[in-house]
């Protein structure tokens, strides 16, 4: 196993856990989560699952909607779907609930910073996309609809659903929609992996081995 690959693989797998250890942080902050995660706090109230769970079984259910646009999933992505939930949960469970004003706006920006490098880091690891991300882009390649108008159509549904379900939504989900874009611009060219450089192979006499185009 290559080094470079050794990389791929822890930054994918820190990537993750920060990813939803930051999600459990914005939860305890109080003031409003992403649309996704306003979903997964009606569901999980609504049907008593514990939040980590119910967004996986979301993450499941969004990478089976994929097979229609023939979205081919990578090992980040089935690892997502896994790993997020369960450490969202352990934030959950080390982070407090705040209910000051001044710590829960502290909490909300610390957790939305952290989200920010962490899908840097495993977005840039290179190993797949999450299941919400590829839903966007392979509904962008099946039908060529803009990846914007995706998006919004998209993540305004969720939310409606969650907010009806009784989610969380609040000024954070709002500083959430116009912040994370930016931030993630920031850290994932910062922490996206090199591609593996391929050396030329040598012919006998030890120069770079040619082909006729």
Same mark, same amino acid.
């Given at each position: 196993?290559?080094?470079?690959?050794?990389?791929?693989?822890?930054?994918?797998?820190?990537?993750?856990?920060?990813?939803?250890?930051?999600?459990?942080?914005?939860?305890?902050?109080?003031?409003?989560?992403?649309?996704?995660?306003?979903?997964?706090? =009606?569901?999980?109230?609504?049907? %008593?699952?514990?939040?980590?769970?119910?967004?996986?079984?979301?993450?499941?259910?969004?990478?089976?909607?994929?097979?229609?646009?023939?979205? $081919?999933? =990578?090992?980040?992505?089935?690892?997502?779907?896994?790993?997020?939930?369960?450490?969202?949960?352990?934030?959950?469970?080390?982070?407090?609930?705040?209910?000051?004003?001044?710590?829960?706006?502290? *909490?909300?920006?610390?957790?939305?910073?952290?989200?920010?490098?962490?899908?840097? *880091?495993?977005?840039?690891?290179?190993?797949?996309? %999450?299941?919400?991300? =590829?839903?966007?882009?392979?509904?962008?390649?099946?039908? %060529?609809?803009?990846?914007? $108008?995706?998006?919004?159509?998209?993540?305004?549904?969720?939310?409606?659903?969650?907010?009806? *379900?009784?989610?969380?939504?609040?000024?954070?989900?709002?500083?959430?929609?116009? *912040?994370?874009?930016?931030?993630?611009?920031?850290?994932?060219?910062?922490?996206?992996?090199?591609?593996?450089? $391929?050396?030329?192979?040598?012919?006998?006499?030890?120069?770079?081995?040619?082909?006729?185009?």
């Amino acid at each position: 196993m290559s080094l470079l690959l050794v990389r791929r693989v822890v930054q994918l797998l820190l990537g993750l856990f920060l990813y939803g250890f930051s999600i459990g942080m914005m939860i305890r902050a109080g003031i409003g989560v992403s649309p996704w995660d306003v979903l997964g706090q =009606g569901v999980s109230l609504q049907s %008593g699952i514990p939040f980590g769970l119910t967004t996986n079984l979301i993450g499941l259910a969004v990478l089976l909607l994929w097979i229609p646009i023939r979205q $081919k999933p =990578g090992v980040g992505t089935v690892l997502n779907v896994l790993l997020v939930g369960p450490s969202a949960e352990v934030a959950l469970a080390v982070v407090p609930q705040q209910t000051e004003l001044w710590v829960q706006v502290l *909490l909300f920006t610390a957790g939305l910073l952290l989200l920010a490098v962490a899908t840097g *880091l495993y977005i840039g690891a290179r190993m797949g996309p %999450g299941p919400r991300d =590829g839903l966007m882009t392979g509904i962008n390649h099946r039908w %060529g609809w803009a990846i914007w $108008k995706v998006r919004t159509g998209i993540e305004v549904s969720v939310l409606a659903l969650g907010w009806v *379900l009784g989610g969380t939504v609040g000024v954070g989900t709002v500083a959430f929609a116009l *912040l994370v874009g930016p931030l993630v611009n920031i850290t994932l060219p910062r922490l996206r992996v090199p591609e593996e450089r $391929k050396e030329p192979k040598l012919d006998g006499e030890g120069a770079p081995t040619t082909t006729t185009p």
